[in-house]
């Protein structure tokens, strides 16, 4: 089948504009990427006991992502057995049974089937119709990595840590900073027409916007750092399946480097004792500092350090979020704070005042970047962009080769390949990707 | 649900509750801050943040708390440990300053606002110098020409504190209705 849109051309990094805002390309999306990507769902932290759960979607399918009473994290589509109600209609919670609204059967909250009203009258009881063997359709594939939680719906997809790749190295940074790992408050929930694509790439690579978009915020000292300039001397990589930004960090050691953006000196110590030699070394050694970044398709991460206070201290805060696609112009932001588990309790609320501040709905820096995101689907809907490729080839040469080497590992101690300064090098990589699953068929 | 538990920063805020029922609407006291109220919301829509950060006291809180759908007999209905503005003064004071650089991007060209109060009610403290105040308020909010305008309806209880003769605001905790906000930010005040 021929793609609806010039696909040689985003393999060169230009960009058919029409795709941020196509119904057609939305199509093609549900069926050959939101199918098999592994797509996250939420944190087992937010399901710490038996019983509790929270309802989450991909895509259209709400799946009830519950822990059974075995201490096991599993996700039911939520649509009940006999004829299709929703059977949670709460958002979180904790139960031992889920009860269908509608005839009342009931289901344990690890999906199986416990009851139905009138069995013998109805069925002919347990011979006539046997509840054994009859749950709530499992999510054809779930798997977590440092307790998040993924699904896909493709039973054949590849293990979750083989999907992820190298990434899982930079994932570590956010989400394992002790082996009891974070801690999710949230998520808010908005929704903002623009394509899902656009955030995610924006995470993945776009150190180029921050000086422009995010003037304000540097202007009202929310930052040390007095220029946003600064960003120029990050490095962004692309590792596995995902990629992102990084501050460069003043000269230091790997504890000064550390408390410079804010960690207390406990946490820097149990990272010390956490992460691997070449994760320390992107720090402590190379100077390079994680920030923002997309895993595909979209499941997006930021990291930094704000003021919180009048003072001249910064405090780092972690927030995860996804752009759960509602179509091709409409987007429902899910955000959460996270935080190290082990973390003091001060270090906990400083931390999530700075989230408060950053991002999320109310986020200082998520106000301009959705609305840049907002005007730009919105003109993409037209038909003159149709005729407009959007220019993706930042740190490409007309005879594509990169402006800029890729740093060596002495440089960078990380996987993948980085590379110091602005470019759409990861914003091309996750396109690139995209268009990999889009032009892969789904086998009937 | 108690406040304690609906904000992780809410620490230094004022405790002060209502006692009785509400005031009568003759009441000097039920008109100074019904009066309050409207005047603030004409501040709000028209973006006139300065003149607004001056009537909140230092030691003010300004929570919206994360709404959640959850079964009746959950027993609570905000997100635990998360809210859309859970902030101090220091933080308004940050976003106030943001709305006055040349970059706030978000509000320029500025959304039209309109901030209608309604359903305002006001009770008594044990402290003449503090007054309590229910509201309903719904924000139309339009950008640019054609765009599907967003509305955000809310409830609000505020704290109201008589200093140097001027009433300030003390504590507001907004319940918004939506779980999912229709909005593409908050990039405004309720
Ligand atoms: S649809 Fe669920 S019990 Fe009938
Ligand atoms: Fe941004």
Redesign the interface.
Known sequence: MQLPFDAAAVRRGMIPAHIYNDAEVFALERERLFSRAWVFVGHVSEIPDPGDYVVRQVLADSFIVARGEDGEVRAMFNMCLHRGMQVCRAEMGNASHFRCPYHGWSYRNDGRLAGLPFHRDAYGGEEGFPRQGRTLLPAPALDTYNGLIFISLDEDAPPLRAYLGDFAFYLDYYTRQSPTGIELSGPQRWRIKANWKIGAENFAGDMYHTPHTHTSVVEIGLFREPKAEKRKDGATYWAGNGGGTTYKLPPGSLEERLSHVGYPDPMIETMKKTWSRGQLDVVGRDGFMVSAASLFPNLSLVHNWPRVEESDDVLPFISIRTWQPIGPDETEVLSWFAVDAGAPEDFKALSYKAYLMCFGSTGMFEQDDVENWVSLTHTAGGSMARRLQLNSRMGLRPDDTPLVPALPPEEFAGPGEARVGYGEYNQRHLLNRWLDHLEREVSA | MTRATES??GGHASTIERTGDSLPYGDERHLTAHRWLVDEAYLLDAQDYDAWLALVTDDVHYL?P?R????RA?GYDV?????????NR??LS??V??FQ?E????EDPPSRLRHHITNVRTFATPDPDHLVADSAVLLYRSRGDV??PALISAGREDLLRRQDGRWLLARRRILVDD?????????IFL
């Open positions: 992780r920063l919206m994360v959640v759908t959850t079964a959950a997100s635990p440990g998360m809210a859309h503005f859970d902030e220091y933080s940050r976003r300053a943001r650089t970059h706030a991007w978000t765009r599907e779980a999912v906000l229709r909005t593409q930010n908050l990039a």
